[in-house]
């Protein structure tokens, strides 16, 4: 779950992070009273889940509160990346003197949590990996030991950082890692981490993304939640409880369980289609469930067939098979749906879907195949 900088400002804050001070703005007329009330030459930004916004136009200087009004009026409805300014962030300007890149996220490769550091920052890092792959810095952190005092150490030799500047660096780094690990994150980046002209740091640009799985334990993180500006189709998967990831294809699949799914994706993939979503109907549904489901992936118009492959071990293939006949009545499915039914109640579940106009399949590599020829003609 991505947050805006500014709600991401107002987390590292309370973990005692240095951010520069300013508040959001809705409109033109509360970002200029906000210049007022700051008193100092301000940035105005847009808050937007993209990057790219100074690029596109998206974060301008205001010397006065009349230039910050104009300033707003320019960026307040313009759209970045196809997203519509709704907010501003109005803050002070910083007088920077150097700009760093600091994030924690996961490396999936490692199963470790990975701390990221350049003396190149204010750029996108994929850029900086590009361009200056020897300024990026990564440390990976022990699950079980946490970040370490050798680490910081080595850290700030590497960044050329001495003294009271390397102290004051080394507690933004573990106050970050606090964030992480404490909020849940599978990011949380600034960008750029700014010394100041008067030997400062700040954190001039905030990043994080929040792990929906664990919102459980974060019930302050739920109303951060802009489902405006989240895949419309994700989000309704999200209310019914249907694990549902967004992809670009036309081949609807439905699968029980994450790993019986993955593979039904390569396998489609391998036999020249492309998938259109991720989605676990899960270990126990019922045919409620498998209806809720086929209706979360034909919201995508861009569906031109379905794999349906389930594997029933808790999951009962008779309930799998009432499920797509209850949704074919009221939905009237009128693309190709091919359906492997495999594991408990597999023969009741073929029965009951015995003269209806869905093919059947004896394997996931004979249903990928199959589905894909459908398509294509």
Same mark, same amino acid.
């Given at each position: 779950?991505?947050?805006?900088?500014?709600?991401?400002?107002?987390i590292?804050?309370?973990?005692?992070?240095p951010?520069?001070?300013?508040?959001?703005?809705?409109?033109?007329?509360?970002a200029?009273?906000?210049?007022?009330?700051?008193?100092?030459?301000?940035?105005?930004?847009?808050?937007?889940?993209?990057?790219?916004?100074?690029k596109a136009?998206?974060?301008?200087?205001?010397?006065?509160?009349?230039?910050?009004l104009?300033?707003?009026?320019?960026?307040?409805?313009?759209?970045?990346?196809?997203?519509?300014v709704?907010?501003?962030?109005?803050?002070?300007?910083?007088?920077?003197?150097?700009?760093?890149?600091?994030?924690?996220?996961?490396?999936?490769?490692?199963?470790?949590?990975?701390?990221?550091?350049?003396?190149?920052?204010g750029v996108?890092i994929?850029?900086?990996?590009?361009?200056?792959?020897?300024?990026?810095?990564k440390?990976?952190?022990?699950?079980?030991l946490g970040?370490?005092?050798?680490?910081l150490?080595?850290?700030c030799?590497?960044?050329?950082?001495?003294?009271?500047?390397?102290?004051?660096?080394?507690?933004?780094?573990?106050?970050?890692?606090?964030?992480?690990?404490?909020?849940?994150?599978?990011?949380?980046e600034i960008?750029?981490?700014v010394?100041?002209?008067?030997?400062?740091?700040?954190?001039?640009?905030?990043k994080?993304?929040?792990d929906?799985?664990?919102?459980?334990?974060?019930?302050?993180?739920?109303?951060?939640?802009e489902?405006?500006?989240?895949?419309?189709?994700?989000?309704e998967?999200?209310?019914?409880?249907?694990p549902?990831?967004?992809?670009?294809?036309?081949?609807?699949?439905?699968?029980?369980?994450?790993?019986? /799914?993955?593979?039904? =994706?390569?396998? %489609?993939?391998r036999?020249?289609?492309?998938?259109?979503? #991720?989605?676990?109907?899960? +270990? $126990?549904?019922?045919w409620?469930? /498998?209806?809720s489901? =086929?209706?979360? %992936?034909?919201?995508?118009k861009?569906?031109?067939g379905? #794999?349906?492959?389930?594997? +029933? $071990?808790?999951?009962?293939?008779?309930?799998?098979?009432k499920?797509?006949l209850?949704?074919?009545k009221?939905m009237?499915?009128?693309?190709?749906?091919?359906?492997?039914?495999?594991?408990?109640n597999?023969?009741?579940?073929?029965?009951?879907?015995?003269?209806?106009?869905?093919?059947?399949?004896?394997s996931?590599?004979?249903?990928?195949?199959?589905?894909?020829e459908?398509?294509h003609?």
């Amino acid at each position: 779950m991505k947050i805006y900088e500014y709600q991401a400002k107002e987390i590292l804050a309370e973990f005692g992070l240095p951010v520069p001070e300013g508040k959001v703005a809705k409109s033109a007329n509360t970002a200029q009273k906000v210049a007022q009330k700051l008193g100092k030459r301000v940035v105005v930004k847009a808050q937007v889940h993209a990057g790219g916004r100074g690029k596109a136009g998206g974060i301008k200087l205001a010397d006065t509160p009349e230039q910050a009004l104009e300033v707003a009026n320019q960026i307040i409805g313009m759209k970045i990346k196809d997203l519509k300014v709704k907010r501003l962030l109005v803050e002070e300007a910083i007088n920077i003197s150097k700009e760093y890149y600091l994030s924690f996220t996961l490396d999936r490769k490692a199963k470790k949590t990975v701390l990221i550091a350049s003396s190149e920052g204010g750029v996108e890092i994929e850029e900086v990996a590009e361009t200056h792959p020897d300024k990026i810095i990564k440390i990976h952190i022990d699950p079980f030991l946490g970040l370490q005092g050798f680490q910081l150490r080595n850290l700030c030799q590497a960044l050329h950082l001495e003294g009271d500047i390397a102290k004051q660096f080394s507690e933004v780094v573990k106050k970050l890692y606090r964030v992480y690990t404490e909020c849940d994150c599978t990011l949380a980046e600034i960008n750029p981490l700014v010394l100041t002209g008067e030997a400062q740091w700040l954190a001039a640009d905030a990043k994080m993304d929040l792990d929906e799985n664990a919102l459980f334990r974060h019930p302050e993180f739920i109303p951060l939640r802009e489902a405006s500006e989240t895949d419309p189709i994700e989000v309704e998967a999200h209310k019914r409880h249907i694990p549902y990831v967004h992809l670009d294809g036309n081949v609807g699949i439905l699968g029980n369980g994450a790993g019986l /799914v993955m593979t039904t =994706l390569d396998m %489609v993939s391998r036999e020249g289609g492309k998938p259109s979503n #991720f989605l676990d109907v899960g +270990g $126990g549904s019922n045919w409620e469930t /498998v209806k809720s489901s =086929l209706e979360v %992936v034909l919201m995508d118009k861009k569906v031109k067939g379905l #794999f349906i492959n389930i594997f +029933g $071990g808790i999951s009962r293939c008779d309930e799998v098979a009432k499920g797509i006949l209850e949704a074919d009545k009221h939905m009237n499915l009128k693309i190709p749906v091919v359906i492997r039914l495999s594991g408990t109640n597999e023969e009741e579940g073929r029965a009951l879907l015995a003269g209806s106009r869905f093919a059947s399949a004896e394997s996931m590599e004979e249903g990928a195949k199959k589905i894909v020829e459908l398509i294509h003609g």
